[in-house]
């Protein structure tokens, strides 16, 4: 048996105080989000008022006087001027380029109302979640576009909920097929096929045709898709009242799981920074409507003061929680001026010739140029929009991936996508091109692109195939 021994280890946690866990979820909210949060401390905390609102009380502590500033210096003092968050991980137009008088609150639409990522929270925190599955299956609801679709990788998911929790691909992925039997059932899968296998799974496996069924969806939806019944009945070897009750159940599942919910609604979206050329340089400036207007009320200060005991103590903490916030906010403010500044020299040419100038950019990038960790671009990009005098683009549109030259050099997706609409522009109609001929034509431009990509960037266009694109003329010209 062994004796009891004592042992001397020497680790290393990374440990959040409360103020960089607030800057770190300030950061990632948009406008409305943040609106939201802020008015739900106001409701609570007395200390904390908004100024605007008539002339300022005598000795009231604007956000810009210096008590506020003394609450930065506190939340420097605790690590909030140099924060580095850990790994984590549509193009809008606007016709008017005027910025001045831009009235943003007036267009920003109450969209509170029930969503497909509402009812899904709203499952997850009646289900019986654990704290870290909880987390996860929010990334994850966070993750999905207005189809129910998810949009982001395993990996990106992994990286968003760092440094606050770092936890397994295998965790991601068990959370991910937990929400995708929530209801609607099928969501948050990554394509219309899987959303269909997933739903036939979760079926009882007594139900008439349903093994035939995951069948052909695994292998054969093509050929439903082209509704070439004869070879599918060759492929399966089914029978023809089996194959009949297959379909017929695939046919009556939803390809789309957000199909149901009003996720289309408009919105109208507000800069939350503005893109101006001042002579030969590009400047960005804050929506000053990012500045909410904080200070700290007078009457409770002189209070606190003279209090002791319970009354002092509460007071104190409201004291912390309102510089905390107002720091807090600050910061943010600094990060997105940086972060977006960053962008806009990045993509320089963008914003003078368009979409062909458009450079190859990754959230590394800019993280270097600033001096912090992507996970803070990624979150500082995500929902925020910048208005240039191209429009009003959010601020991950600026990222984009890369192709290969000929000549050794790289150009971004974005440019080749445009390359691509151009010549799809004025490919004959009666002729569509096809993808290996927009993969040559791409080629005598000088830009390494495999069929396959071609294809990848023609679906992400909402452009069909060339069958689809000739089968859609001859039927024009038949009804002309």
């Given at each position: 048996?062994?004796?009891?021994s004592l042992?001397l280890r ?10 960089l ?5 300030l950061?990632?909210l ?9 008015q ?23 956000f ?15 690590g ?10 549509g ?5 008017s380029?005027?910025y001045?008088g831009f ?26 979640f654990?704290?870290?599955?909880t987390?996860i ?10 189809d129910?679709?998810?949009?982001e990788?395993i990996?990106e998911i ?7 929790l770092?936890?397994e691909?295998?965790e ?7 929400v ?18 997933v739903?036939?799974?979760?079926l ?10 995951l ?8 050929l439903?898709?082209r509704?070439?019944?004869?070879e ?11 194959l009949?009750t ?10 789309r ?9 408009d919105?109208y ?8 050329r001042a ?30 005991g319970?009354d002092a103590?509460?007071?104190q903490?409201?004291?912390?929680e ?7 906010i ?12 960053s962008?806009?020299d ?15 950019l ?6 270097e ?7 803070t ?15 009003l683009f959010e ?13 050794g050099?790289?150009?971004?997706a974005t440019a080749?996508k445009?390359?691509?609409?151009i ?9 569509p ?11 005598q ?15 992400s266009?909402?452009i ?7 089968r ?9």
């Open positions: 048996m062994a004796e009891p042992q020497l680790t290393q946690k990374l440990a959040l105080s409360p103020q866990q607030q800057a770190i979820r950061l990632q948009n406008r409305i989000e943040l609106r939201e949060y802020i739900e401390v106001l409701d609570s905390n007395p200390i904390l008022e908004r100024t605007g609102e008539g002339e300022p009380e005598p000795g009231a502590d604007s810009d006087q210096p008590e506020a500033s003394a609450g930065t210096e506190a939340a420097a003092d605790d909030l001027s140099e924060w580095d968050l850990g790994p984590t991980e193009e809008q137009w606007l016709e380029n005027a001045e009235s943003g609150e007036r267009q920003i639409e109450d969209t509170s109302a029930g969503s497909l990522g509402d009812h899904l929270l709203w499952q997850i925190n009646l289900s019986h654990s704290p870290v599955d987390a299956a929010q990334a994850i609801v966070y993750g999905l576009d207005e129910g679709f998810l949009q990788t990996a992994r990286g968003s909920l760092a440094p606050e770092l936890v691909e295998d991601v992925l068990a959370v991910l097929h937990r995708q039997r929530l209801e609607p059932v099928g969501v948050a899968t990554r394509d219309p096929a899987e959303c269909i296998r739903q036939l799974s979760a009882s496996s007594d139900k008439p045709g349903r093994d035939l069924a069948r052909i969806a695994r292998d054969f939806l093509d439903v898709a509704h070439d019944f004869d599918l009945a060759r492929q399966t070897g089914a029978a023809e009242e089996a009949a297959a379909l017929e159940l695939i046919q009556s599942l939803e390809p799981p957000g199909a149901r919910y009003d996720n289309r609604r919105e979206l507000v800069p939350d920074v503005y893109a101006t002579g030969d340089e590009w400047r960005v400036t804050l929506n000053p409507e990012n500045d909410p207007g904080l200070r700290l009320n007078r009457y409770y200060i002189d209070l606190l003061r003279k209090s002791g319970e103590e509460y007071l903490g409201r004291l912390q309102a510089r905390w916030l107002m720091s807090s600050e910061l943010r403010n600094q990060t997105l001026l940086r972060v977006s500044q962008i806009v990045f993509q320089e040419p963008f914003l003078e010739q368009g979409e062909l100038a458009m450079r190859p990754v959230l590394k990038d800019v993280a140029q600033i001096g912090v960790h992507e996970s671009v990624s979150r500082a990009t995500t929902r925020k929009y910048m208005l240039t005098p191209r429009g601020l991950k549109y600026f990222f984009s991936s890369h192709v290969r030259t000929k000549g050099g790289t150009i971004s080749v445009a390359r691509m609409q010549l799809l522009d004025k490919e004959p109609a009666e002729s091109l096809s993808d290996q001929e927009l993969s040559d034509l791409l080629g431009a000088g830009i390494i692109a495999a069929r396959r990509t071609v294809a990848k960037y023609r679906e266009l909402g069909g195939s060339s069958s689809e694109r000739r859609l003329f001859r039927r024009r010209s038949m009804a002309d």
